[in-house]
């Protein structure tokens, strides 16, 4: 219920701007959020900075955030680092969508069917516990040392997870609307797609944001096999000659472009799913 | 005529920690084509679980139900429903909710699903709200979303669980004369419950009244023989129709006093 | 690969360089081949790959090409010496710690079948006759050293250079320092080129061509240090002051000193009882199960048409 | 709607059975699904078997099943297996439980004040993007080589998902309960100890299932962490020496731990929300 | 009598992507404590949002509401609420969803909390279902837990939107009366929202009747005095009674036409 913006703005319209963040379920302005947001990352960087500038922590394993700002113009400048920003981001999405698009029909399918159900649910609930590293030599041995076993990788670890998040979602969506879908003559196919599909979409983007942050955690695991760019690899061989300001350089841009995605998701789901009521 | 739906010696329980517990017991019924047939009874009773299983959404435990000769095995298109906790879809606007049960009919082209939602939208009164989400129109609306698209599907039989209940008295007859007409016009059978007794016998063929649960048969009422001619909102007021009104609300007293002391003899 | 190609995987290790350099100066092409290089640290991915076919070489030092699985059947041979470590791997050890046998009943960190396990092990053995047994050894990252030793329950690290540099520095506190290093025992820690032994029995000549343009490459650091270094750092994404410093700590071995080691026409060299001296090491310390025989698992073939090619 | 079992029995009644594994929403009885599970594993053991019997891949990357089950009967015999599989339940019960027991709160609190919210999200949008092996050094600096630099590592890799998923677990409660509960007179307190908790329950259970599972994938990345106990520890150093038979034998066992306690948790879920009809 | 509740001017526009949609429209009016106020109204016009705004639930765009002079600024106990989609909590059973509220209450000890919610279980007789799960009850037991629910909770203001709506004619009845026992025994003061006139006239010391969207008040009409004397069931037979029935009906009717006739200019 969005209320219009009819009431009177005195001095106490901004202050109550401020009060709405401490109201249950109150929701605050985006700006306000944002002021708030960058205040604690701020909050974050100067603790990093007191305990590296304090040497708490020798500067081999913490560097102060001063000298990673430096490693990261020398990645940019000397060794391309956008290049290896772009492969990762290159990678990591085509896995998720691969992910994706075999995750929503199957995780729907075993929700609806209990054949399906019966017969991958634990299936995927073994594979899914397997420390993806350890299956590293077979992913070689099966699509050799090319693009296609980094994705694959990449694609081991996100879509077993992803498939059971989904089949849930769908397990969720209330038999009233199936019921009434039913009654208006929509068949299994159209029961899928006309009914489970939207109803359960709310909460299916928030559960492929979820696992998108989770493809990335693989990146590093991926990008070690027989690689020579992305940003698991910079990490990677810049830890090997122990250049910790590179490292903390990579670590960075992951954080940054899963904090741009993740906002950048729930703007959209924001928009796309304004019926939510608000 | 011909027994257009049948049910045959239907019984109903659901299981419980505490063993099955009877809803419906030995119910057997048939209605004609075309007839509207409303169902009466205590809150509770099973009025409800009988529809459903009538729609196909539940299944006897005991006997069987068919619909034209064939036994009913699950939901399709041929049988409407518009259940008592009106759900729509709140991912679509008024008018798509409509518009949904359309797709599924291949007798009609995208052209004239466009006029016959429209139409439907606009009979239930809700023109100026067609593009709103349904959880952003009224109770009373959206119980009016679902009257709409059960109608716009085209069903043979239309089963309506309490479809009036939130609605002001004007809508409300409006709705009635209209239902009237549609089935009329296009021979609809037509189950119904409410809790209305002046709505019952102005919509019914028959009346149907069931004990407290487990639901069984008190009385089958041909209201057709007992209040003749056409049915206006005016002869609501002739004395058949209050006479009808008195006998019925009698019947339902009495199943309830007698509840009643069952209750306390119980509890 | 086809007769004028190679795939050769190696780890992210600065004595490969020449590879990377042979490739950068067009020596390779020169020979009339191309050679695809792909980094990777992690042994059994080379194992995996060669198995598969898709590497036709690749690099390690002797102790690592022993570890399991190897057994004689399977694919990859020596052919050929690249460089050794002199000094770039050791043990850091906290202050209290005089000598190596000091270590015994104490906790220590090494990454098992890398070069700092070998010489401790061979420390142990020659100066106080211990085995790994009398110690608390835990498997690591070499990596993770560093950080590692920053627990004091640890008592010493081994790893590569610059992690012992760093743990060396990080940790001055507790008088941490270099107890024993590769400086100490001459090739021991020796990387050698292996083929896939198919790969070499039907086209042995273009092994000759890529040892030639890597020994060509060699004796271009030596003579050009500073060109060369730079196109060598970048491969391994290092400046070329950090280069410098990491290689200070290894020297590149060069075809009459490969010569030597590797022994020629079917007679065996140096390295046949470095060999043998590590295979007892790795059979002891479980790196190993199977006894290999040196002459079975060195091919000096190779290495003896490309001597005989220049000197002619 | 659990149909009570008045219906007559005839020779149909199991045949219905099968019948219903392939109806839309259908229900399957409890042994017809175990049948069909077991069948599926005997499919995939099978198809195991020809193609290492039949040498598609070399037996030093694909042993044979008998192979993997004389590595088995080795490391519970000769290496105390029993021990490391204990030690690493363990390990990942105790990281999982303070996930759990952190993320449940902060969630709830997350989903309910803009101001946890606004100061909370982007940190930990930016922090569960990273890669958790990356982050290694800086827990055995912090916490050394013990049991809780191990256990850290698991939380690291745990929480920072949990408490999104649980995040969204609390805004999806339905506005009419909270309203419903306000006019009963709950605070804050109350309103998400009595109405957000219970009525998020299933779906956070679920999600609580997901995560447990994602926290085992982190194990070989906490185990090869100066370890030399745990299946993570077996797995690892038997993969460094391509002890294959063995890093099945270990990759085995978490899968089928994973197997038995999503079961577990799949079943107790049925039992425990009977409430939401079936 | 000071008014217990003041509405002074309240509008209400919900936002839309078209601007602001208009409610409710400048309306005013004071309720006396123990007053029993019933709203009449169109569907769609604005009673649940005006009744939510009372609530706590929403707040006005203009205007302001106060309760003993006090501003509602939020939802309390003090503000009992019969939801239109009687809402309860499916993870409890039909008793511990009337008890819920009692929690909340610590003026009443443990073992009168289970009075108390036996006590209101029975009122709206569902004894026997006590440890059912609520969506193994019907439509109408659920609407009976909402109930029992709020008047377990002894809210000061009792703010009933179509409550009765999905009971049998028995049930109302029997509910009606224990309503106006219990707000008479202890001097709650009620909002209830019926499309049922009967009911409306039968339970209302005053009448307010709604303009269609956006609500505005068309008539404000003192119950108490046009049918004086004790309600009773019988008292529904009264001259009185049905002549204002009649005239109620006039109203509704004079203003769904007039809000036809506008739509159908609109649409
Ligand atoms: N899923 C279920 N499990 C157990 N019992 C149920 C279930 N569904 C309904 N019942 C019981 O069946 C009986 C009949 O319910 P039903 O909804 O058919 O009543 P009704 O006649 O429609 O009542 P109302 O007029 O209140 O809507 C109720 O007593 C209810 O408790
Ligand atoms: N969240 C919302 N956003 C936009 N419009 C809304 C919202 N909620 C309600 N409305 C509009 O406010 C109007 C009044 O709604 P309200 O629910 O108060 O009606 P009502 O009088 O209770 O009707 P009924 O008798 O059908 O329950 C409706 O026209 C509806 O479309
Ligand atoms: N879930 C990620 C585990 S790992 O890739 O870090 O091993
Ligand atoms: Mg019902
Ligand atoms: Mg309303």
Known sequence: ?278 | ?267 | AGPDHLDCAYPFWVGFGPVHLANELGYFKEEGITVNEIIDDDISNAYAAMERGDIDCYLRSVGEYQGRPRTPEMQGIIIGTIDESNGGDGVVADGSIKSVCDLKGKTVATEPNLPATLILQMAMKSKCNLTFDSLNRVDIASQDAGAIFADPSVSAVGAYEPVLTQAVQAHKDRGAYVIVSSREYPHLITDTIIARTDNLRSQPEKYVKFLRAIYRAIDYIGKEPEKAIAIMAAQFKLSPEEFKETIANINYIGLDQSVELMGTDGKPGKLHDIFTEIMQLNIENGAADIKLEADKQIDNGIITQVWKSRAQ
């Open chain 2, 1 to 267: 005529m011909t027994p257009f739906i049948a049910i045959e010696r239907v019984s109903k329980a659901f299981g419980s920690d505490a063993g099955p517990v009877p809803v419906i017991d030995d119910v057997s019924l048939t209605i004609a084509e075309g007839e509207f047939v409303v169902f009466l009874g205590p809150s509770g009773c099973g009025k409800t679980t009988l529809m459903r299983m009538v729609g196909g959404l539940d299944h006897p435990s005991e006997g069987l139900i068919r619909l034209a000769g064939e036994p009913v095995t699950g939901p399709s298109r041929a049988k409407g429903m518009v259940f008592q906790s009106y759900s729509s879809f709140p991912w679509l606007t008024v008018l798509k909710n409509i518009r949904f049960g359309l797709k599924y009919r291949d007798d009609v082209s995208e052209a004239e699903a466009d006029r016959i939602s429209r139409h439907y939208l606009e009979l239930v009164g809700l023109t100026a709200y067609a593009e709103f989400y349904v959880n952003r129109v009224s109770g009373g609306m959206r119980q009016r979303v679902a009257i709409a698209r059960t109608l716009a599907a085209n069903p043979q039989v239309l089963l309506m669980d309490e479809p009036f209940g939130a609605l002001d008295a004007q809508t409300r007859e409006r709705l009635q004369v209209q239902l009237l007409d549609i089935r009329r016009a296009e021979r609809k059978t037509v189950i119904f419950v409410t809790h209305d007794v002046d709505e019952a016998i102005f919509l019914a063929d028959r009346i149907v009244v069931f004990s407290a649960r487990p639901a069984r048969i008190i009385r089958d009422i041909k209201v057709a023989e007992r209040v003749p001619g056409e049915r206006t909102l005016d002869s609501r007021e002739g004395r058949p129709f209050l006479d009808l009104r008195r006998e019925i609300l009698a019947i339902i007293r009495e199943e309830a006093q007698y509840n009643e002391a069952a209750l306390i003899a119980a509890g």
């Open chain 1, 1 to 278: 219920m969005t209320e219009s913006k009819r009431r009177p703005k005195s001095g106490s319209a901004t202050e109550s701007q401020w009060r709405t963040l401490f109201r249950f379920r109150g929701k605050a302005r985006s700006d306000v959020e944002l002021t708030i947001g960058v205040a604690s990352f701020v909050a974050i960087l100067l603790a990093w900075t007191a305990v590296a500038e304090l040497r708490w922590i020798a500067p081999q394993f913490l560097p102060s955030p001063l000298i990673v700002l430096q490693a990261i113009y020398r990645l940019f400048t000397g060794q391309n680092f956008a290049a290896d920003i772009g492969i990762s981001i290159f990678r990591v999405w085509v896995a998720f969508i691969v992910s994706a698009l075999m995750a929503i029909p199957i995780g729907i399918l075993m929700s609806s069917y209990r054949i399906v159900g019966a017969v991958t649910e634990p299936v995927i609930d073994f594979i899914r516990y397997l420390p993806v590293p350890a299956l590293v030599p077979l992913t070689l041995i099966w699509l050799g040392i090319g693009e296609m076993s980094k994705i694959t990788l990449l694609w081991l670890g996100t879509f077993f997870q992803l498939v059971l998040l989904i089949a849930d979602d769908a397990r969720r969506v209330p038999k009233e609307y199936v019921e009434t879908g039913r009654t208006l003559g929509a068949n299994d196919r159209e029961l899928m797609r006309d009914i489970l599909l939207p109803a359960m979409l709310p909460s299916m983007v928030d559960n492929l944001r979820i696992t998108l942050g989770w493809c990335w955690t693989y990146l590093i695991i991926a990008e070690i096999v027989a690689a020579s760019s992305g940003i698991g690899f910079v990490i990677w061989s810049a830890k090997r000659y122990v250049k910790t300001p590179e490292v903390f350089a990579g670590i960075l841009a992951i954080g940054i472009i899963g904090l741009v995605t993740d906002q950048l998701i729930r703007w959209l789901h924001r928009k796309a799913f304004r019926y939510l009521g608000s």
